[in-house]
């Protein structure tokens, strides 16, 4: 992305004069609610903006977006849910996980909605009735990040193939602990490893964190799917090199950042998605006739040269089936 680009995107995210903008012209006004920070989320709100656009809308001229971060605290959710409802926006799109999305859902609003989760599966969540018709006010795009964490424990054996004691970095505070939790163990079993979860729930947990990872001489380490890991990427790859263990994400995001892999969806593609169904909520279209968009392209990305300083070398099959190399 051009640093001129980057520079307007971001100022869009921070700021928030686009009401009165909005008030001026008479145009539509969309809130949008994330557990991450603006800066790091510049590249999924350029995809976001790029959905709206998609769907007839131009940030800051067809329609303002309202922005409200939670910066990983997910406690303050609550609070800028509602704040988001009281300034009577036409939309509100619930970013950054199943935190966000159960935080529009808890809020009764009768404002239409639209969630970007990368959690359990929406219907199981209580988010929606069923995934061909929502019901209510609440619609959006379903990641599936959740449902191959198997897949990362297995991808992550071929990696280490004597791998045994398999870490497991996870978040206390998100509300997929205990599904992943399962995935985990599910996997593992099948598989012959053993995993041990070891979480973090805020920056000041990351020390101790990896201190445990360390005592417990595991083989390899996986980044848990969650939104606050995401907001804190290159601090986590940071870390994990300064380990010296190899560690598998869920985001293509970790591996520019300077991670090993990773495999999971396209989290931009995400965005544009729910900035499409935001576009058409604003046209008319109701969140109960739009049905839940479901991720069916996921990525294997590999960084070359983090393997090279981990001293790795990956196979020639792995290699062949990765959807980028970056080198």
Known sequence: MRRRAFIAILGAATARPLTALAQ?????????????????SANVVAAFHQGLSEAGYRAGTD??????WAEG?????????TDLDRSRVAVIVAAGGLVTALAVKAAKTLTPAVFISAGIDPVKAGLVASLAH?????????MLSIAVEAKRLQLVHELVPKAVQIAVLANPNTADLEAQTREFDAAAKTMGLRTGIVTAGAERDFETAFAAIANMHADALIIAADPFFTSQRERLATLVRNAGVTAMYELREYVEAGGLISYGP???????QAGRYAGQILKGAKPADLPVVQATKFELVINLKTAKA?????SPNLLARADEVIE
């Open 134 to 142: 929502p019901g209510a006010n609440l619609t959006g795009v379903s």
């Open 73 to 81: 605290r997910y406690d303050r959710l609550p609070d800028l849910v």
């Open 24 to 40: 001026q012209r008479a145009i539509p006004v969309v809130g949008f609610v994330s557990s991450r920070s603006p800066g790091e």
């Open 63 to 68: 329609v303002a977006v309202e922005y409200r």
């Open 266 to 272: 396209s989290l931009a593609e995400g965005y544009r």
């Open 310 to 314: 981990l001293g790795l070398e990956i």
